[in-house]
């Protein structure tokens, strides 16, 4: 006993089944990939969780360099990638994914330069 009324329950379920057909038709339309707000979403994810991944390798490397017999300018070069590669992280979160790509870019560049003067 649900306390409804005989009005208010569908005998043959059509009502229930024509609003899971359409919760199915709109997750579709949300998964579409060659809708433009999925494009930008996966761009802003992607940007996003590289961006903190190349972070955190980045901050690892320093402190595993500095434990070690490297010169400071190996630790601090990594350090200094790693802060570029989260401000990337930041960026991408904002949707500004080409820059934020750049960015990426260069915080990879300055740590791979600092592994250079290893």
């Not at 005998?11 to 057909?21: I, L, V």
């Not at 038709?25 to 996003?48: F, I, Q």
């Not at 969780?49 to 630790?75: E, I, K």
Request: glycine share 12%; hydrophobic share 45%.
């Amino acid at each position: 006993m649900s306390g409804r009324g005989d009005s208010e329950i569908s005998e043959t379920g059509e009502e229930q089944h024509a609003e899971s057909a359409q919760d199915v038709e709109d997750l579709e339309d949300l998964e579409d990939p060659g809708d433009p707000e999925y494009v930008a979403r996966r761009a802003r994810w992607t940007a996003a969780g590289s961006g903190a991944l190349l972070a955190l390798a980045g901050l690892a490397a320093a402190v595993l360099r500095v434990t070690g017999s490297a010169p400071v300018l190996v630790p601090a070069a990594y350090a200094f990638g790693a802060g570029f590669c989260a401000f990337a992280a930041f960026l991408g979160s904002r949707g500004r994914t080409r820059r934020a790509l750049w960015v990426l870019v260069a915080g990879v560049m300055v740590m791979a330069l600092g592994d250079q003067f290893d």
